[in-house]
């Protein structure tokens, strides 16, 4: 392993100063804290106590914490004694140590191999009584690890398995608490190669590949309920008011025929086998508080929603020209769409003929 | 393994091209380092209702997933296979939901050429970022990095033909300039054009941004701009602020027209202009290490008169094993409006079995099917089985103004293999 020099770290050193802390471990609860410094006073080498450290290739491995029996090698005047909480935070209630979940690739064999000084890593010992134990920052594993491209790649998953265990700020620029779910499509349309760092394709595909598989993730993980999924519930019901407050937020994702298959279905739409009228009275009078003209005029996606049938569409019947139904565009139309653009699209030509 | 899944897969349908192109992808396979496989099965006995009638029904699906890295191939840095796959079975005909068919999510190779100055994506695959948004495209997209910073990406291809609604297009494409000045920042302009029978369907320009303005602060903004109707199509803008170590307060903003998310093609897309604007805040306060508040209240404005939209949802860590969730959401549009009551409890029984429920109730402004609302209870058991496999078992129960009662039973078994860790422990 080579040392490189500091100034080689630009891109961690900014990580950093994003960060504050880098990294602090958090999880489950310490049972058991040795005190280091007195160990260290004594002539300790660390090696004493942790030797299985030599055979273990990867974080959260059993055995690589000292086993009671090489602690009792000197301390077994205190344990006779009753004094479990010279070590175990609770004395009533000893316990071992706390399972670690893996979440960062680390293979401690391989670096010993290379030296066998453990300082070189752990620049700071762990302090008693202090609730979140130092670990390695990780300027000192780029100290020797050149991972440059790795970093500005975002390929961050070569060594870290979850980064939920590092405390980046602002919390709400990395991690995915609070309304994530939400938010999360503005994050990802500026910094989709930041979301890349942990998830593959696939991920996003389990709500966005809404054009290939018909399952709603909800239907797929029901064992899920704290996740934020947006059609949680009993979204039918809820279907068209939430179209109402928001209707590009439907079109992102479904395409209009995807209303009208189904309303078809339920017979809503004028070309289903005897349909249903789900107009209020009045619908076609004009003046009338429910007139079509103003409910299209300020929801037409819902209009489209059941009569998008192309030059089929029952609208085409009143609205085409020399028809009773007017002209039926917005103001400032014919600034923006010469009539040259008729023969172009066969749409124009549904009502221009 | 791998055999089976291709096994299944060819059962989907004709499905050629893309059947052709994963046999041609399939050699590197055997010689790749890293390979994660998932198979995922599923019996789901539910309702449906057409019209007025309700009849009950199942299904049964199968997801496949397949991914293979760090392929060695001289020359290509990050080589990789993705698949995402499934196949159905319904016991109804003529369903308003999918009957029996099946379809490919994704299917693509990936890699980087000239020392990660160059990635190319080519294959079904989901382009993201900027005016494309998420867009489900058959092609090639490429990521050009001028410097450590500094990119263009650009993409071309037929847009997904959905099995279950017509395409938006037959051919798309478009691409993106960004700054990249530290990870997770980042600026972009973009572009969008869809073609549909030799017609545009859609012809967008985008901005995009998101920074950290301050170690605290934080803002993201994205516009869209049609350029055939010479209007905004959407604009968002967010700004936040970690006030505190464990309290974040959020402003944002938004504007969209909907019309114009209709596709130019549509006979709708020439009745009216319509806009949504919006504005609003909120807070998440980690108000213990085992209690969480999330609030957010925003105003809307539609065509037609102004509603209010409000979020409360709170999360309880209540022992190491136990989480409930507490949620409220107030939705209210001109004419009409929704409130929606929601609480679940996660409960792990050992490292093994989880257990988790939910309730939701719903009240209508306006009844539908003269019911003022509906109320669905939804309890679930997980058993990670070991050895890769896992199981669950979820019933639902519920009264709703379409069902009257409503009973969903869904089993589900997982299988994941995968050789990460052993892989990546080597290294």
């Given at each position: 392993m080579s040392r490189r020099p500091l100034g080689a770290r630009g891109p961690a050193i900014l990580l950093l100063v994003l960060a504050g802390a880098w990294p602090v471990e958090a999880g489950e609860p310490l049972t058991i804290d040795p005190n280091h410094a007195g160990h260290?006073?004594?002539?300790l080498e660390c090696l004493t106590c942790h030797e299985a450290i030599f055979d273990v290739t990867s974080l959260g491995e059993p055995g690589v914490f000292p086993?009671?029996?090489k602690c009792l090698g000197c301390h077994k005047k205190e344990k006779d004694a009753g004094n479990c909480g010279m070590c175990h935070i609770r004395a009533d209630k000893p316990g071992t140590y706390p399972k670690r979940t893996q979440y960062l690739i680390m293979n401690h064999a391989k670096h010993l191999e290379k030296d066998d000084k453990c300082g070189v890593c752990h620049l700071t010992l762990p302090a008693r009584g202090q609730m979140e134990k130092p670990v390695p920052p990780m300027s000192t594993c780029l100290g020797c690890h050149n991972h440059d491209d790795q970093f500005k790649n975002g390929q961050c998953y070569g060594c870290h398995l979850d980064l939920t265990h590092f405390p980046l700020k602002p919390s709400s620029f990395f991690s995915h608490t609070a309304n994530f779910t939400r938010f999360h499509p503005n994050i990802a349309r500026s910094t989709a190669a930041a979301c890349d760092t942990c998830h593959q394709q696939s991920f996003c595909a389990d709500c966005h590949a809404a054009r290939t598989r018909p399952m709603r993730v909800e239907e797929i993980q029901p064992d899920r309920p704290d996740r934020n999924?947006?059609?949680w519930g009993d979204f039918l019901t809820r279907h068209s008011i939430e179209a109402r407050?928001?209707?590009?937020?439907?079109?992102?994702c479904h395409q209009i025929s995807f209303c009208t298959d189904c309303h078809k279905k339920q017979r809503l739409t004028p070309d289903s086998s005897n349909p249903l009228n789900p107009h209020p009275s009045g619908w076609l009078t004009t003046g009338s508080p429910s007139f079509h003209g103003t409910a299209a005029r300020q929801d037409i996606v819902s209009c489209a929603a059941c009569h998008d049938q192309g030059s089929a569409s029952n609208c085409v019947t009143c609205h085409r020209v020399g028809g009773p139904g007017g002209n039926p565009h917005p103001q400032g139309w014919t600034g923006k769409h010469p009539t040259s653009e008729i023969n172009r699209n066969t749409m124009c030509l549904s009502c221009h003929p | 393994m791998n055999r089976e899944i291709v096994g299944r897969?060819?059962?989907?349908?004709?499905?050629?091209?893309?059947?052709?192109?994963?046999?041609?992808?399939?050699?590197?396979?055997a010689a790749a380092q890293v390979v994660d496989a998932t198979s995922t099965t599923m019996l789901r006995l539910k309702p449906e209702w057409q019209a007025g009638d309700t009849r009950n029904g199942v299904w049964g699906t199968e997801l496949v997933g397949l991914s293979v890295r760090n392929i060695e191939v001289a020359g290509v840095d990050d080589l990789n296979i993705q698949l995402s796959a499934w196949g159905q079975l319904s016991s109804l005909k003529d369903s308003i939901y999918t009957g029996s068919t099946g379809d490919i999510d994704l299917l693509y190779i990936q890699g980087a050429l000239f020392n990660h100055h160059l990635s190319l994506t080519l294959g079904r695959q989901l382009v993201s970022g900027g005016a494309a948004r998420v867009l489900q495209l058959d092609g090639v997209n490429g990521t050009l990095m001028f410097s450590r910073a500094f990119g263009v990406s650009a993409y071309a291809g037929a847009p997904t033909t959905s099995r279950f609604t017509y395409p938006v297009g037959e051919f798309a494409f478009g691409g993106r300039a960004f700054w990249r000045p530290s990870y997770g920042s980042e600026v972009g302009v973009s572009f969008l054009e869809i073609i549909s029978g030799s017609v545009l369907s859609r012809q967008d320009v985008g901005v995009d941004?998101?920074?950290?303005?301050?170690?605290?602060?934080?803002a993201t903004a994205s516009g869209i701009f049609s350029i055939q109707e010479e209007r905004v199509a959407d604009a968002s803008v967010t700004l936040n602020w970690q006030v505190l170590k464990d309290l974040e307060i959020f402003g944002k903003g938004a504007h969209t027209s909907p019309d114009l998310f209709l596709p130019?093609?549509?006979?709708?897309?020439?009745?009216?202009?319509?806009?949504r604007d919006s504005a609003g805040g909120g807070l998440f306060w980690q108000i213990t290490r085992q209690a969480g508040l999330y609030l957010e209240y925003q105003r809307l404005w539609v065509d037609g008169g102004n509603g209010d939209e409000a979020d409360a949802r709170t999360t309880i860590k209540l022992t190491r094993k136990s989480t409930m969730g507490l949620e409220a959401r107030f939705l209210f549009v001109p004419t009409n409006g929704v409130t929606d009551l929601r609480a679940w409890v996660s409960h792990s029984l050992n490292e093994k079995i989880r257990l988790s429920a939910d309730v939701e109730g719903t009240v209508l402004k306006n009844p539908v099917n003269a019911t003022g609302g509906s109320i669905v209870g939804t309890a679930s058991a997980t058993w990670?089985?070991?050895?890769?496999?896992?199981?669950?078992?979820s019933g639902s129960l519920g009264a709703t103004p379409f069902f009257q009662t409503a009973a969903t039973l869904t089993a589900r078994i997982g299988y994941t293999f995968s050789n990460w860790q052993q892989k990546g422990a080597a290294k």
């Open positions: 260290v006073k004594a002539g086993k009671e029996s999924f947006i059609h407050g928001n209707e590009a937020a439907c079109q992102k | 897969i060819a059962g989907v349908g004709s499905r050629w091209p893309a059947l052709a192109l994963l046999s041609i992808l399939w050699a590197p396979v941004g998101r920074w950290a303005v301050l170690p605290n602060v934080s130019l093609t549509s006979i709708f897309s020439v009745f009216a202009d319509t806009n990670a089985i070991g050895s890769g496999w896992n199981a669950m078992l």
